[in-house]
């Protein structure tokens, strides 16, 4: 009985003090901090063992024993800001499937209880403090609507520091991350093809439809596609023709 204590309460511990734990600082090299104290380290996805979606601001989906897959990730894809009008116009369509209104301030519509401020007047400091102060909500927030818990990965990913602002540059460095985990340089290359590559696309934003025509999240806390497949390829035939 003794020796079960321990374990349990070991296990507390090392979880965070309990599942109520939240992030709210990024500090050099990948960790962050929770308001708590507690150290948690960044893990890239060169295993794959993180998935990269988006799940359009719901976190709580990611519970689900049967949630949809996530997509690939491709080890050899280095997470630099990508540069080119072919990127910049795929960026303009998750945008206009993700937040076409607000674009780089765009807030969840669910959220009950807004920022004080616009997003991209935030630092990454300010964004996580609102998280943590508002529990129970969607989070998702810019552009390309970040949960918590990826806006906290790629953010360590790239080293941000928790006093940048959000601003629609480093939101911009932020979702590069995602389209290099989805093998952006590989579709570029011509060794992934279109479907293929919007297929992944669809698997971190659940705005974009995949080839089914429905959102991958489709039925998932009230996700579905914000657009048609014929729009999605149409657009994606224009910026890769080949």
Known sequence: ???????????????????GAEVVSLVPGGALV??????????GTESGATGASLFAGREGTSLFADR????????????VALRGTAVERLRALISAAESHRDGYDA???GARIRPGKKPTQMTLREIFTWIEDTPGQPHAIGRYQFIPATLRRVAGRIGAQPQQVFSPQLQDRLADVLLAEAGWHRFQAGELGRTAFMNNLAKIWAGLPNVSGKSHYEGYAGNKASMT????????VRLAPG
């Open 107 to 109: 807030v969840q519509h």
């Open 1 to 19: 009985m003794r020796l079960c204590k321990l374990l349990c309460l070991a296990l507390f511990f090392a979880c965070g003090r309990g599942a």
């Open 68 to 79: 949809p897959e996530a997509p690939p990730t491709y080890a050899d894809a280095p997470i």
């Open 34 to 43: 929770s308001a708590r104290g507690a150290l948690i380290e960044v893990k």
């Open 229 to 236: 497949w014929a729009r999605f390829e149409a657009e994606m």
